[in-house]
């Protein structure tokens, strides 16, 4: 049965697009892509209709993903949507929680975090105001919890 996956960052253009460009690059790597619909929003309108961070773009090119997500703003309908709704951090976790109608929309809201395989971070960093070093320690974490969330998803 096919899965829907939403991630959820604050202004969809470093974190969260780059989750769903790591997540629909795992899945193809074991062509599996039939099975899930990757998408990927922010609790925020203020990047809206943008392209992902040029920085964020440029480190995962390196690895060979590609972000091509455009921004666009998480809304309640979401949850009906998707059946794994995925926070980078407790702030935006936080907000969905409060956008949630009933407990099966909380049912759906998980951290990225919590898949972590091999690191032990409690969020997804925000990269936007560092440098180099932190786009590629959130690839890093990226890569690690999103082969735990797939793992997940096959044993559930």
């Not at 899945?27 to 961070?53: C, L, P, Q, R, Y």
């Amino acid at each position: 049965m096919k899965k829907n996956i939403l991630f959820v960052c604050l202004g969809n253009i470093c974190r969260s697009p780059s989750a769903e460009a790591v997540f629909k690059h795992l899945v193809e790597k074991k062509g599996e892509e039939g099975n899930f619909f990757i998408d990927s929003a922010g609790t925020s309108a203020w990047h809206a209709g943008e392209k992902a961070d040029a920085r964020m773009r440029r480190h995962a090119k390196k690895r060979g993903i590609e972000l091509t997500s455009i921004s666009r703003k998480f809304v309640p309908e979401d949850f009906d949507r998707f059946d794994y709704i995925i926070a980078m951090d407790r702030e935006n976790m936080d907000e969905m929680k409060r956008m949630a109608r009933n407990k099966n929309d909380l049912d759906k809201l998980h951290m990225m975090t919590d898949f972590s395989q091999k690191f032990n971070y409690h969020e997804i960093p925000d990269p936007y105001y560092g440098g180099d070093e932190g786009f590629e320690l959130v690839l890093d974490l990226l890569e690690d919890a999103n082969k735990g969330l797939l793992e997940h998803i096959k044993s559930s």
